[in-house]
């Protein structure tokens, strides 16, 4: 057992689990690994078991994927964790990464959206990135800016 990386045993909030979390039912890693089709390393691993409304795979009660992570590193406790594939059935542990929260907030820089709060798209002409005190970045929507400037004009002149 490889054990849950030491990034996650330092991040803040970590509490050591037991090798399995217990659970209602337990787990039987035979019986967990039958239903996923195992392929190489890079490639993603179909979890052939229930699938919820949102297309995860679930597992008594939990995760497939997390199920997959635990039995393979250990339990990463309150964090989650994140499918880097984005292939929501996926339970090929070499796919996942625990979200420890700062990583979280990294990731939302790195990721900026694509839309503004009321759809707009925000393409390069249409955004504005600004940088808050705090060393957040903002994805502003000229597209809603302009709005709000006919507004506040046509208020002005009522
Ligand atoms: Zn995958
Ligand atoms: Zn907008």
Do not use: C
């Given at each position: 057992?490889?054990?849950?990386?030491?990034?996650?045993r330092s991040a803040p909030g970590y509490v050591p689990q037991r090798k399995i979390s217990p659970t209602q039912r337990p787990f039987v890693p035979a019986n967990f690994w039958a239903k996923v089709?195992?392929?190489?390393?890079g490639d993603c691993w179909p979890w052939r078991g229930h699938i919820d409304k949102a297309g995860y795979g679930k597992w008594l009660g939990r995760s497939a994927h997390r199920w997959a992570y635990i039995d393979t590193h250990g339990d990463p406790g309150p964090f989650p964790l994140n499918l880097l594939c984005r292939n929501r059935a996926c339970v090929n542990p070499a796919h996942l990464e625990v979200v420890t929260a700062k990583v979280?907030?990294?990731?939302?820089?790195?990721?900026p959206r694509t839309h503004c709060r009321h759809g707009h798209e925000l393409t390069?002409?249409?955004?504005?990135?600004?940088?808050?005190?705090?060393?957040?970045?903002?994805?502003r929507c000229w597209t809603c800016r302009r709005e709000q400037l006919?507004?506040?004009?046509?208020?002005?002149?009522r």
């Open positions: 057992m490889a054990g849950v990386p030491d990034s996650v089709e195992r392929r190489s390393t979280n907030r990294d990731r939302r820089v790195l990721t390069d002409d249409n955004v504005k990135i600004e940088t808050t005190k705090a060393g957040h970045t903002l994805h006919k507004k506040a004009d046509a208020n002005r002149w």
